[in-house]
């Protein structure tokens, strides 16, 4: 009696799978490679949509685990993007918080410095959720080198008393005052001292200058400075690709493996599109005007952000790849003795032209 129910349950199994079987043939799903990419076609043999699995590494700077949490970089939403399909546009212009319509990307350029200390960019991402609907989504990103500075110093400070302290403005003994900053005479000549003003109110960070934990502050500082622009852009198009239903599920990643070499997979489904490039500047243009956007027939979802300042954790996370060999060649140009080097005398007088603080 128990062989025969045994039997009768496979026999129901084996049907179930056939009717799966069948529907999946309906459907027309094809599986490419080996097996981590699905496609779905239509009637007349074109590829509709796309289901896939991609691998995201650390290594490969596709994800970066900033604790708690491990964040798909620019690099990892890229390389998603290959199966998702969306379309990043960079409009001619954007408008900012004030009003003023400029160029886009935007950098604001210190005058003292000579140097970038802010950018604005504006980005857009084109293209199907994987439930089949037109989706655009928009963002304008502040980028704040110089705040991101701060939050670097502030964290420093926490962890090294030595490396300077929170404090107020008032009652300092102040050498020089710059655009950004105070220089401090601590009655040392060999402790040359610096206040960085956080806001109005006098609240500040009082820094040592020859600490080596704010030596390597400034160094980062300079190294965002250079590539303020080129990183700005590919925090925006994580935003906006972060945005969009096809990537959203994204952002954070649960990964696994050793540090520095985590990896995650990811589901991504995308749907095959024939905009041309004056479509998708068309589509573009009519969700910057606002209303009703209609794409062969069918009503597009439109989702903007709005005005968002770029978080240090986007800042530490985000490094362009000539960003990562300056930077390594600065480090080894700290680290490399130099034959006969005379010793360096501790500085005493400050100038105010082009200062970093």
Known sequence: MAVAEQALTQMQDFQLLQKQLEAVKKQNIAVLGDGQVFVKRTANGMIRSVKGSVTLSEQSGDIAYIYPKTMTTSKGFNKANQIAGLSIITPEKLQLPNGDIVVNPFPMVEPRSGSIGKVWVKKMAIGYSPTGVLVVTSATLLYDVRMYFVQDVLKKVGKVAAAGTLTMEFGLNIVKETEYGIFVDSGDPKRPQ????????????????????????????????????????????????????????????????????????????GFVHDFNQDQLLDIAKQAEQGGEIVVNGQKAQVIDAGVIEASAEEMMAERDDEEVVHEAQVVDATVTPVPDAQPVKPVTQFSTGGGLW
Not at 209 to 220: F, G, N, Y
Not at 225 to 233: D, G, M, P, T, V
């Open 194 to 269: 610096a206040f960085i003003r956080i806001d109005d109110s006098g609240l500040g960070i009082l820094i040592e200058l020859s600490h080596p934990d704010i030596i390597k502050a400034v160094e980062t500082y300079v190294q965002k400075k250079l590539f303020a622009e080129r990183n700005a852009q590919s925090i925006a198009e994580r935003l906006v690709m972060s945005k969009h239903p096809a990537l959203s599920n994204i952002a954070y990643v649960e990964a696994t493996g050793p540090d520095k070499a985590k990896v995650a997979k990811v589901p991504v489904v």
